[in-house]
């Protein structure tokens, strides 16, 4: 079985070679993530590169405690740093390494993975996240019933149209998997579809 902190490193290298050869102008280009550019998803992902455990706490205690409020802040603050920087970050052997307190590899490949979704999917580019990882990720969302996001799975069945994953009952949602995590996690797809919310 594949380590999930491999497939960390080799999402965030391919976001880095997409990015790399990507027109400029996908920096400003509207993420899925309501609000941010792809520049920030980036600055956003790559804050363990920048930040340590002592800044990071400052962060969060001029955020009042708030991870949402923190991470649009720094994301704001970040985004503006040059491109070079945001590939070199996204290289990183520490975010490669890095883990959110308490998630483990589980929760270091679903933010990895979700966050690449973000960009890839809004720039209507392929998957940067190895298929294995996205049903893993696919796997872990669905365990929690949709709840990590306030996603509505009742009466829902979800087919990924690129592999033989399913989950569910009910009305059919189909897309690839990276759609379908993508809709999981409470993001609207560029062609307007959403899952209800809780």
């Known amino acids: 079985m594949t380590d999930p902190q491999s497939w960390v ?3 965030y ?3 880095a070679d997409l990015l790399a050869s990507a027109p400029d102008a996908a920096w400003d280009a509207p993420s899925l ?3 941010w550019q792809v520049r920030h998803v980036v600055a956003h992902v790559s804050m363990p590169v920048r930040l340590t455990p002592e800044q990071f706490g400052a962060e969060m205690a001029a955020a009042g405690g708030d991870f949402a409020v ?3 802040s720094v994301a704001a603050r970040d985004a503006v740093r040059p491109p070079a920087e945001h590939l070199d970050a996204l290289r990183s052997p520490a975010l490669h390494a890095w883990q959110p307190p308490g998630g483990g590899a589980a929760g270091a490949l679903n933010h990895a993975v979700v966050h690449s979704l973000d960009v890839t999917v809004a720039l209507d580019r392929p998957a940067v996240a190895p298929a294995d990882a ?3 990720v696919l796997d872990q969302v669905t365990a929690a019933r949709g709840a990590w996001f306030g996603v509505d799975l009742t009466g829902v ?3 990924a149209t690129d592999s033989g994953w399913s989950w569910g009952a009910g009305e059919t949602v189909r897309a690839d998997g990276g ?3 993508a809709l999981l996690c409470g993001r609207t797809l560029p062609d307007g579809r959403v899952l209800p919310r809780r």
Do not use: M, Y
């Open 9 to 11: 490193a080799t999402t």
């Open 13 to 15: 290298t391919g976001l």
């Open 33 to 35: 993530c309501a609000g």
């Open 70 to 72: 923190l991470s649009d």
């Open 134 to 136: 996205v049903v893993d």
């Open 157 to 159: 069945r979800l087919e």
């Open 179 to 181: 759609r379908l995590v």
